[in-house]
């Protein structure tokens, strides 16, 4: 099963339900926003792909990483998959 | 919304579910995209609303050019039929590939 798919599961503790009402943390986070507002918008890849290069990261990655963390890994891929960039960018 | 992203083949020209019919989800492709969560997979529901059509996610995440629209509902679940201590009601907006009429 995916990484991501986690719904009704009682092994990962209490829901956070603190909110500090703010979108995001660090500035990199609202860039990361931006530059995937930006790739959908120009159909360089859509939504479909970017949830799936998402959930095709290892539970260890996955569960491991920040919301804005998944975002950017799912852009890099996408962005190398699609040939905007190289592996070595 | 740029046109060259999909090509729009339909795969049904009715809707196959109304309001108010009983269905059973259906679990999908193993380990693909899908909309359908594991832990409603396999539960009786109701249709609640018919949403629209769309490019079905299962499909469009790997073939974003070729994926057919289907009919997407909101379905309702209740909640002790998902979980054996589950309370209230469910709602999840289901695609038609992941509903079977239930008799």
């Known amino acids: 099963m995916r990484p991501h798919d986690i719904g009704g599961s009682d092994r990962f503790g209490a829901i956070d339900t603190s909110d500090d009402r703010q979108p995001f943390h660090h500035e990199w986070e609202a860039r990361v926003f931006a530059i995937n507002r930006a790739l959908l918008a120009r159909g360089t890849y859509t939504l479909d792909e970017f949830r799936d290069a998402i959930e095709r990261m290892s539970a260890q990655e996955y569960h491991g990483a920040s919301y804005y963390e998944r975002w950017l890994y799912a852009i890099e891929t996408l962005l190398a998959r699609k040939g905007v960039f190289s592996d070595d960018a | ?103």
């Open chain 2, 1 to 103: 919304m740029p046109s060259k992203r999909c090509s729009l083949e339909r795969v049904c020209f009715q809707m196959t579910h109304e309001i108010g019919a009983r269905i059973r989800t259906r679990p999908q492709r193993l380990d693909g995209h899908t909309r359908l969560p594991h832990y409603l997979e396999r539960k009786p529901g109701v249709v609640r609303a018919v949403l629209g059509e769309y490019p079905l996610p299962d499909r469009s995440a790997s073939n974003p050019m070729h994926a057919p629209r289907t009919w997407l509902y909101t379905i309702e679940f209740q909640g002790r039929d998902v979980w054996p201590d589950g309370e209230g009601r469910i709602y999840a907006d289901l695609f038609e590939e992941y509903l079977e009429a239930e008799r």
